[in-house]
C-alpha cells in the first residue's frame, strides 16, 4: 500500500495508445468502491474517448494539451464534491496499478464543459481526469512531513521544530539540484523549445518550488522567523500574480508569455530563493 501511495503520479505525458472497454470498465469499478455519505454516491462518469471531443476540451481546459493525448477523459459530474474527489483518487489508484496513471484537472470551463458534452443545467461539471500510458516516469513533486499538518487534540498543539524546517529546506535543495539535472538532460535530448522541457520547467515551477517556499514560509513564521517568512511569500506572491495574469490573457498553458513566466522562476527565481533562505536559515540555526 505505501508504495501504491508512494508511486501514484500525475501524468502529463501520454504515449499514442488506445485504453480499452477492459481498463475502462477497471477504473470506473474502482471509482464505485469509494466511501459515499450514506453509501447514496451521486455523480456520475462521462467516458470521452472521441477525439474530437477530447480537443474540444482541451481547448476550454487552458489548452492543457495532455487533455487530448490522453486513451481517455473522464467528466465526473453531479454529485457531493467529497464524494467525488474520494472517487477520483481510487480511480487513479487503480489506473497506477493497471500501468495508467491519470491527472485531476481543474481548470477548465465548466459551461463550455458541459455544451461540449450536452449536461443538463441541473448537472454540475465536476472534475476532468485524462487517463493513459504514461510516456515519461514523474518525478513526485515534494509531499509534507505528517508533523506539518497535525495538531495533537487540540488545534495549534503541534510537533513542528527547527529540525521540521531544516528538513523541508533541505529537500527543496535537493528539488533545485534535481530539477537543474534533469533539466540539461531534457535540453539535450529533446531540444530547448521543447515542449518536454517546457512541461518540466512548468512543473518545477508550480508544483514543486512555488508549494516548498509556501512550507518553508509557514514553518518559519510558526517558529518566529516572521521576517524572514514574509520576504518568501513575496517571491511567491509576484510568481502567482503574474501567472494568473498571463493566463488569463492568454487561457492558453502553451502560450508564450506563460511559457517565459514559468521558464524565468523555474531557472532563476525560485532557485535563488530556496538558495537564499537555506543560507539564511542555516545562519538562524546556528549551523
Ligand atoms: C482539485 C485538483 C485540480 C487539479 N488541476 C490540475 C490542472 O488543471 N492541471 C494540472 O496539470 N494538474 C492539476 N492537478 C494535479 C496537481 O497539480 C497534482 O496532483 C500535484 O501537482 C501533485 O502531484 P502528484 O499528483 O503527482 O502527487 C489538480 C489536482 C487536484 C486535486
Not at 496513471?101 to 463550455?112: D, L
Request: aromatic letters at 10%; hydrophobic letters at 40%; a neutral charge.
Amino acid at each position: 500500500m505505501e508504495d501504491l501511495l508512494a508511486s501514484r503520479r500525475s501524468c502529463r505525458k501520454f504515449l499514442d495508445k488506445q485504453v480499452g472497454d477492459e481498463a475502462v470498465r477497471k477504473l470506473v469499478w474502482a471509482a464505485c468502491q469509494a466511501p459515499a455519505g450514506g453509501n447514496s454516491p451521486r455523480w456520475e462518469v462521462i467516458v470521452v474517448r472521441k477525439s474530437e471531443l477530447k480537443r474540444q476540451i482541451m481547448e476550454v481546459a487552458l489548452r492543457q494539451e495532455f487533455i487530448e493525448e490522453a486513451g481517455v477523459v473522464f467528466v465526473f459530474v453531479g454529485g457531493r464534491e467529497f464524494n467525488v474527489a474520494c472517487a477520483v483518487e481510487n480511480m487513479l489508484l487503480m489506473a497506477h496499478t493497471l500501468g495508467l496513471e491519470g491527472c485531476v484537472v481543474g481548470s477548465f470551463n465548466r459551461e463550455a464543459v458541459r455544451k461540449i458534452l450536452g449536461v443538463p443545467k441541473e448537472v454540475k461539471v465536476n472534475i476532468v481526469v485524462p487517463v493513459g500510458f504514461p510516456k515519461v516516469e514523474e518525478i513526485n513533486p515534494g509531499k509534507k512531513f505528517p508533523e506539518e499538518v497535525t495538531h495533537y487534540e487540540v488545534y495549534g498543539s503541534t510537533r513542528i521544530s527547527k529540525i521540521t524546517l531544516k528538513k523541508v529546506i533541505d529537500e527543496a535543495v535537493d528539488k533545485v539540484g534535481e530539477f537543474e539535472y534533469l533539466l540539461s538532460l531534457y535540453i539535450e535530448k529533446y531540444g530547448e523549445e521543447s515542449m518536454e522541457v517546457y512541461r518540466l520547467e512548468e512543473k518545477y515551477a508550480a508544483f514543486v518550488f512555488r508549494p516548498f517556499l509556501s512550507r518553508i514560509s509557514r514553518l518559519m513564521r510558526l517558529l518566529g522567523y516572521v521576517e524572514e517568512a514574509m520576504k518568501v511569500d513575496e517571491v511567491v506572491r509576484e510568481y502567482n500574480n503574474e501567472r494568473w495574469r498571463r493566463l488569463s490573457n492568454t487561457g492558453d498553458i502553451n502560450s508564450a508569455s506563460v511559457v517565459e513566466h514559468e521558464r524565468r522562476y523555474s531557472r532563476e527565481v525560485f532557485p535563488a530563493a530556496i538558495r537564499r533562505v537555506a543560507t539564511r536559515v542555516a545562519e538562524l540555526l546556528g549551523n
